[in-house]
């Protein structure tokens, strides 16, 4: 398939004959061939067997159906994100600002004037260890290395190259970190030593294991204190100052959570006078509450009024909470619904080790039966079935 023209020469068309040329260029040998399209193509080399093999490679991609167009990759990564970032739909404007952050300050900087055909995989795997090396927690080079995948990804998909570089490229090993969590007495402390406007959302966070971004978005119509449920909607997300209400982090996220009774009473005030749509918390002034403004005015000087370690985040509280449902003798499928989360491996993934009540049940439950089984009448019996055995 194709075939190899050597510029040295022409060829008569009449005679056959072959002569000389004034070429003088270092690539002599061009190699011709007609891609799917119809559409001739050609490359030169300074070699023949360079131009055979680059024919052979090209007719055994057309064979197989994985041959990509060599003018196509020749797009840079730069170019090709720009293109890539307006069809994407299914991204909430916070995470395409988080995305954006880490192409904006890891990604394009070493790859954006890389054409998409030269992006190599020794290249991306260095790349990853420079990542690494710089400090950066494993999770971060785990997401920028993602980032590039995705974009590689729907390179192939278009056919601009053959395969994803960022295949197999090893990655660091993220280690589980112990997460943070409050006692009863500790959440209680922090409750008090806050703006007792927001002793309730820090219990509401504690105790119903809501988001930040689902509590600051409750709305009045959203809590039935009479029969003690929050119904988790919606969030509200800020993003380049701006709220936007979404549907919840995942589908699962979407449901109705139990609120303890006494959690009820210290609710009722702030219902009080309020339309169904009205947020039942707000900022000092109204409004919505801005989550990194009321982080640092509010909850980091609580946290350190309550004497607690000044690493406490507002997720933590979450975390807490799933705890405390743990304490409480919930069980994974309870603790999933609870915390909106489609899949109880999640829960026994993070939160397993915290699981001791029922590790201890179930071992008092074995030695039970080991002490049953080893009673003497059994021990008894069992020597006297092995004497009849052998006799």
């Known amino acids: 398939m194709g075939s190899i023209e050597d510029r040295r020469y022409r060829t008569d068309p009449t005679t056959g004959e072959r002569s000389r040329t004034d070429f003088k260029g270092a690539k002599p040998y061009r190699a011709r061939y007609r891609d799917p399209g119809g559409r001739d193509r050609n490359k030169s080399f300074a070699r023949k067997r360079d131009a055979q093999v680059f024919l052979d490679s090209i007719s055994m991609d057309m064979i197989n159906g994985s041959f990509c167009d060599p003018a196509l990759g020749r797009r840079t990564v730069g170019d090709w994100h720009v293109e890539g970032a307006k069809t994407r739909v299914d991204l909430r404007e916070s995470t395409r600002e988080r995305d954006d952050s880490y192409i904006r300050n890891h990604v394009l900087p070493r790859w954006a ?60 090993r993220i280690e589980r970190k112990e997460q943070r969590f409050l006692e009863p007495a500790e959440v209680d402390a922090l409750a008090t030593a806050i703006d007792q406007r927001y002793a309730a959302l820090i219990r509401v966070l504690a105790y119903c294991g809501l988001r930040a971004s689902e509590a600051i978005g409750l709305q009045a119509e959203n809590v039935d204190l009479i029969r003690g449920r929050l119904f988790v909607v919606s969030q509200l997300v800020e993003t380049k100052g701006e709220f936007r209400r979404h549907p919840p982090k995942t589908a699962a996220g979407r449901r109705s959570v139990p609120i303890p009774r006494t959690l009820c009473d210290g609710l009722a005030p702030l219902l009080a006078g309020k339309e169904p749509s009205d947020l039942v918390f707000t900022a000092p002034n109204g409004g919505p509450i801005r989550l990194s403004l009321w982080r640092r005015r509010f909850f980091k000087p609580a946290v350190e009024a309550a004497g607690l370690n000044q690493s406490l985040r507002v997720h933590d509280l979450r975390h807490s909470a799933v705890a405390l449902w743990i304490a409480a003798g919930a069980s994974p499928k309870e603790l999933a619904v609870r915390a909106g989360h489609s899949s109880v491996s999640t829960i026994l993934d993070v939160y397993g080790h915290l699981l001791p009540e029922t590790e201890q049940a179930v071992t008092d439950r074995l030695n039970q039966m080991l002490s049953e089984s080893t009673s003497s009448a059994s021990v008894v019996d069992l020597r006297d079935a092995v004497a009849r055995r052998r006799a």
């Open 113 to 172: 004037t890389t054409p998409l055909a030269r992006v190599d995989h020794i290249d991306v795997c260095a790349w990853v260890a420079d990542l690494s090396a710089s400090g950066k927690a494993p999770a971060t080079v785990h997401k920028i290395n993602q980032l590039l995948s995705k974009m590689l990804a729907s390179a192939v998909r278009s056919g601009l190259i053959a395969a994803n570089p960022c295949d197999g490229v090893p990655l660091p």
